[in-house]
Nanobody, 128 residues
Framework: QVQVLESGGGLAQTGGSLTLSCRIS????????MAWFRRAPGKERELVAV??????????HNSVKGRFTISRDSDNTPNLAFLQMNDLKAEDTAVYYC???????????????????WGQGTQVTVSS
């Protein structure tokens, strides 16, 4: 059974940085796109960033472009993905969820998207 394990959340100050990590347990991860979603209190879940299985393409929510970077080393550790979050803002406070799925990244933008395997979530809190 494929599992997704997240780590790296915590508390940061406005303007600070955090790095989230996501590991897929599956041995056959070659076809998995990986993504980070977040859900803030009282708000709907939103897609933050996506990276294709090869790492060749990335997509970002407009609110994090230029501040967040999703990455994976497809040659050496393709089952790991990272979300580097810089210049954090209070509105970045949320529970962040990693998702791994054998789907086209465009599928992940759907509001009813539930495919693939989800992590348990990691809290990110940004304070001023």
């Amino acid at each position: 059974q494929v599992q997704v394990l997240e780590s790296g959340g915590g508390l940061a100050q406005t303007g600070g940085s955090l790095t989230l990590s996501c590991r897929i347990s599956s041995r056959d991860f070659s076809s998995y796109a990986m993504a980070w979603f977040r859900r803030a209190p009282g708000k709907e879940r939103e897609l933050v960033a996506v990276i294709t299985w090869s790492g060749g393409a990335t997509y970002y929510h407009n609110s994090v472009k230029g501040r967040f970077t999703i990455s994976r080393d497809s040659d050496n550790t393709p089952n790991l993905a990272f979300l580097q979050m810089n210049d954090l803002k209070a509105e970045d406070t949320a529970v962040y969820y990693c998702n791994a799925a054998s789907v086209a990244p465009a599928e992940m933008y759907r509001g009813d998207y539930e495919s693939g395997v989800w992590g348990q979530g990691t809290q990110v809190t940004v304070s001023s």
